[in-house]
């Protein structure tokens, strides 16, 4: 009788135990929601979604490379290097004579496509020729931002057409009284009139893209290699996973994120910036810790990462609206890892990676 | 894992749908009748913290009320943007006074706070080409305060000129191509040196607002043209980037060196001789104009004039000890 109560509350310490981040999330919640005023509305809600994409993006891609045990420096200075890449092609194709939607859409398949080559050397480097990870992409960190900076030293990565605003700067669902509701386009009011403006349209393209990688590295076989490299490779060679391959497929897939967030960043800056995403790098790998993940591979959940990067949203934004300068986020942030890190450790999980939870 | 993240979304939804009842409650209230300015400044840097200065002196004058958001850490939109738009969302704001970090960026988030009711006055850096009595997509700002780039970049060519004899070559360190003050400053440098047949531009280096780098490259620039006579750098970090770079070349005094901004290490570079020209925008001037420009429109509607252009001071080694020069210097 004793004994079973016992365990029963010990487990309900362990479930609370591991899931301290969403209750952390909570505790912020309400805390700024109770002491910032005008922290709890739509707009501030919407916008540490539309401000955080760079890092659910950025900490996406970190999360798949540190699953398989690496890591990648080199996605904040990828992420610049797409931004310029992307906003010069797309003005240049305009100059030539193009229609701005098909210039838009070519300049961002382009820079894709061109933003897999970073990670296409870093897997080789890796892979092939067993350059540690963090040198690796370390040394793509420095040669990427110094190709864009190459870049634009004739000129800055700007001159983008009107629709790239209107894409990044757009919203999904509209309605004003008078107008009513509207899909993408924002109806013309008076100035200082209500407008209901819900999901920021690149919101939904960022969460497109991590909802299908959740499903890849859950579900499917590809995501089942990425965790068995991560926690035995041994294990992963012997039962036949081409380890070397994987990886280079990991690291082409980080710098891929990279590159769309390079991407996005262009939309909703309408110029290209080499350091854009410099500042976002220690706060994905933070997201990514936060999240549970351990550096030396092998577990870690999408959903936990935007997570992780979510309580770092809410305390930036948080303390921002209170007017608190965020030197204090960089010590909070810093407690929260080492916390992260400690309580995983009393609280050892089920495994995040098995399919039955 | 799944219990988790239905949990949370319902109560995000649950937030969310009573946000807005709170949210107009908290503007109203903020609100009331009192005037609410807001300062954005660019980055953490002397200049900007002279400006804040300015702003609050205005402000505490005038009895209004006066919200300084945080500092940027590091200069462009995706570090000033969510500044701005979490400063604001606090409600209650009735005018913004910032540094757009780009000509570009910036102009559709502040055509949003615009939209919402909110003015806007652009100071030290502008939107566009910075011209706002014409209409434009960027025009709704109600003025633009802060110095004439161009002609400063204009005057000193003149007097970097008159410092090496109007002849050699000259160089230019300077930060950003994307940012309206120095790209004017470079321009009208540029125009100014072209009227000397016998002085040649050998370079113009972008160090992106990294002290570090503006030394690297002027050490670089000197190394390929050792006999470079002049330089100019044309904000803080380029100018104390520039000078650490002659001094390490072991060039002080060789090379003549024109700044931009007079912060209390530039004039201390001055006095001991190891820059040669000093030009001070008048920050505190612009911070204090641009609250009585903004608390006059405010108020009675005064028309503001769309460019408000205080003028340069020059510090030399002649005038740097001169007590009545000493409210220039950005401390």
Same mark, same amino acid.
């Given at each position: ?75 904040? =200075? ?92 757009? =919203? ?186 | ?14 937030? %969310? ?48 009320? %006066? ?163 002049? %330089? ?100």
């Amino acid at each position: 009788m004793n004994a079973v109560t016992k365990r029963k509350t010990t487990n309900l310490v362990m479930e609370l135990g591991r899931r301290w981040a969403l209750i952390f999330l909570l505790i912020e919640l309400v805390f700024f929601s109770l002491f910032a005023q005008g922290f709890m509305s739509l707009r501030v809600f919407q916008m540490i979604f539309f401000f955080g994409i760079t890092v659910f993006l950025l900490g996406t891609a970190e999360l798949f490379v540190i699953i398989t045990g690496g890591i990648d420096l080199s996605v904040g =200075y990828v992420m610049g290097f797409a931004s310029i890449i992307s906003a010069k092609m797309i003005s240049a194709f305009i100059q030539a004579g193009m229609q701005h939607l098909p210039a838009l859409i070519l300049g961002i398949v382009l820079t894709l496509i061109i933003g897999l080559l970073p990670g296409l050397i870093n897997g080789l480097l890796i892979s092939r020729l067993r350059v540690p990870p963090f040198i690796a992409t370390f040394s793509m960190l420095g040669i990427t931002h110094g190709v864009a900076e190459l870049l634009i030293l004739d000129g800055a990565a700007k001159n983008m057409p009107h629709l790239a605003n209107l894409i990044g700067n757009g =919203y999904f669902l509209y309605w004003a009284p008078g107008p009513g509701l509207s899909l993408f386009i924002r109806p013309e009011i008076p100035r200082g009139g209500f407008i209901l403006e819900l999901i920021p349209n690149i919101v939904i393209l960022a969460f497109i893209v991590i909802g299908i990688l959740a499903y890849v590295l859950k579900r499917t076989v590809f995501g089942q290699h990425t965790y068995a490299i991560g926690g035995n490779v041994d294990a992963a060679i012997r039962s036949g996973i081409n380890v070397g391959r994987h990886k280079v497929k990991i690291y082409m897939l980080s710098s891929f994120l990279a590159s769309l967030s390079g991407v996005i960043y262009v939309l909703m800056y309408v110029t290209g910036k080499g350091d854009a995403g410099a500042s976002s790098l220690l706060d994905a790998i933070a997201a990514v810790v936060i999240g549970g993940a351990s550096l030396y591979g092998g577990k870690g959940t999408v959903w936990r990462t935007i997570l992780g990067a979510l309580i770092i949203a809410v305390l930036e934004t948080g303390l921002r609206v209170m007017g608190i300068p965020t030197f204090d986020k960089y010590i909070i942030v810093g407690v929260i890892l080492i916390s992260a890190v400690l309580i995983d450790k009393v609280f050892p999980e089920k495994t995040y990676t098995d399919n039955k939870e | 894992m799944k219990k988790g993240f239905i949990l949370l979304a319902s109560l995000m939804l649950l937030v %969310i749908a009573g946000a807005p009842l709170f949210a107009n409650g908290g503007t109203d209230a903020a609100t009331d009748e009192e005037i609410t300015i807001l300062f954005m400044p660019g980055i953490a840097d002397p200049f900007y913290y002279m400006m804040e200065k300015g702003v609050r002196a205005k402000g505490e004058e005038l009895g209004i009320n %006066i919200v300084v958001a945080e500092f940027p850490k590091s200069w462009g939109p995706e570090a000033q943007v969510p500044i701005l738009e979490a400063t604001v969302a606090r409600g209650g704001v009735d005018m913004v006074l910032i540094a757009p970090t780009s000509v570009d960026a910036l102009i559709t988030p502040l055509k949003k706070l615009y939209d919402q009711g909110i003015e806007i006055i652009t100071v030290d850096t502008y939107l566009g080409d910075g011209d706002y009595s014409k209409s434009s997509e960027y025009s709704f700002p109600l003025s633009y305060i802060g110095s004439d780039n161009e002609k400063g970049g204009r005057e000193i060519a003149e007097e970097l000129a008159k410092l090496i004899g109007e002849q050699g070559k000259v160089y230019v360190n300077t930060t950003n191509p994307d940012v309206s003050s120095v790209a004017g400053r470079v321009k009208g440098f540029k125009e100014g040196i072209a009227k000397y047949p016998n002085i040649e531009l050998v370079g113009v280096d972008f160090n992106l607002d990294v002290q570090q780098k503006a030394t690297d490259q002027t050490l670089a620039a000197l190394q390929k043209d050792p006999d470079i006579a002049g %330089i100019f750098a044309t904000n803080v970090f380029s100018s104390q980037g520039a000078y650490q770079a002659v001094v390490n070349a072991g060039l002080t005094g060789a090379v003549k060196i024109a700044t931009w901004d007079a912060t209390v290490d530039m004039i201390a570079a001055l006095k001991k001789g190891e820059v040669d020209l000093v030009l001070a925008q008048k920050p505190y001037e612009i911070g204090y104009l641009a609250v009585e420009w903004g608390y006059k429109f405010l108020t009675d509607g005064t028309e503001v004039p769309k460019a408000v252009i205080p003028g340069f001071e020059y510090f030399t080694q002649a005038n740097v000890d001169d007590p009545a020069k000493d409210e220039f210097i950005y401390k």
